[in-house]
């Protein structure tokens, strides 16, 4: 059984930087190809993947919108993972998840039912 704690979310004004944090615990299936990823979730609007990492050589992938701006990265234990968002701006403001899963073809495929309860972040002009 997995499970993620979120934390590090808040209110920041346009041009802000703010770095979530998910902790991870507990053992997958054991198949290794595990991935972290960061989703985010504005009201009225459908889940959209942000960034994810893949825990067997770090390679990390994201989304449009948060190239150049966002990174993603886990620490050596691969129980952390870590989004650094910088430059942020209003259509940033989500609740943002983190989620694991699987990864394949440089995509990470959340688990079902391996996600976070998430952290609000704010982005106000």
């Known amino acids: 059984h997995v499970q993620l704690v979120e934390s590090g979310g808040g209110s920041v004004q346009v041009g802000g930087s703010l770095t979530l944090s998910c902790a991870v615990s507990?053992?997958?299936?054991?198949?290794?190809?595990?991935?972290t990823g960061w989703f985010r979730q504005a009201p009225g609007q459908e889940r959209e993947g942000v960034a994810a990492?893949?825990?067997?050589?770090?390679?990390?992938i994201y989304t449009d919108s948060a190239k150049g701006r966002f990174t993603i990265s886990q620490d050596n234990n691969k129980d952390m993972t870590y989004l650094q968002m910088n430059s942020l701006k209003p259509e940033d403001t989500a609740m943002y998840y983190c989620a694991v899963g699987h990864w394949g073809g440089g995509v990470c495929y959340p688990a079902a039912g391996y996600w976070g309860q998430g952290t609000q972040v704010t982005v106000s002009s």
């Open positions: 507990g053992n997958g299936d054991g198949s290794g190809y595990w991935c």
């Open positions: 990492i893949y825990s067997g050589d770090g390679s990390a």
